[in-house]
């Protein structure tokens, strides 16, 4: 069984009588634990095949509740396992088949098999330029626009993190408000100063020799990023004096 969010499919939201969900009811359902996920991350899983929720004669999406909570999944297995959502679907699709498939572990690979040790580093799942461009519905134009105020950086093989989609997301949401990337550089000024903070207070953890503490250093680091994102979004409603649902 798909574990269910944990803000239920009833938090917050208005269910239709026939138990079906809208866009918006679903996004609030899911806040709680996922409190940076969007409409836009919700319509690019549908559009990557993870959920596949009912179309009304008009067109509106409505999901059941066997759709919040698969999306719940979805969203779990990228934040705490990293995997990428090719790796995702096999996954739920092997679950929903009845098989009894664990997650494939995070770490090195030894004689072809997953170490039990944990990583030195994160280990996100990385994304193609040409898979970034169509998840986004951009072109090469957009992208290296968006490269030079810094917005996204490749790695160094040209591949991305697999965050660079939800930036890519936002960025395109900012634009239908007029906001243009050339507008984010203080947003991402910012984040590279907090970034930066974060990473002061766990370099030391990063650097010990043993695994356990190298491992903390990463929970940590999840810890204190969730903090700061809270802070800064409680800063920005302060400034602008308003409150969000």
């Known amino acids: 069984m798909l574990q269910k969010p944990s803000g239920g499919a009833g938090h917050g939201a208005a ?99 997953s170490a039990a040790e944990p990583p030195e580093g994160p280990t996100a799942a990385r994304i193609g330029r040409e898979e970034l461009l169509s998840a986004a519905g951009v072109d090469e134009q957009e992208l290296k626009e968006w490269e030079s105020y810094g917005l996204l950086t490749p790695l160094e093989d040209g591949a991305y993190d697999a965050e660079a989609v939800t930036v890519a997301l936002l960025v395109i949401e900012l634009g239908r408000f007029g906001i243009e990337p050339r507008h984010l550089r203080a947003m991402k000024a910012a984040a590279d100063r907090e970034a930066g903070l974060v990473d002061q207070v766990v370099a030391p953890l990063r650097r010990h020799r043993n695994p356990q503490t190298r491992a903390h250093a990463e929970a940590r680091t999840k810890e204190l990023a969730g903090l700061t994102v809270k802070l800064h979004a409680a800063l920005v409603r302060t400034a602008l004096g308003v409150r969000l649902p």
């Open 15 to 113: 269910a239709t009588d026939s138990g079906l969900m809208s866009i918006g009811a679903v996004l609030n359902a899911l806040r709680d634990e996922f409190p940076e996920v969007t409409i836009s991350k919700i319509r690019f899983l549908e559009s990557e095949g993870l959920i596949e929720p009912q179309r009304t004669p008009s067109g509106y999406r409505k999901f059941s509740a066997h759709d919040v909570e698969r999306l719940g999944h979805v969203l779990r297995m990228q934040r705490d396992h990293y995997l990428p959502l090719k790796v995702i679907r096999e996954h739920l699709s092997a679950m929903e088949r009845g098989e009894a498939v664990p997650l494939p572990a995070v770490g090195r690979q030894r004689d072809g098999e």
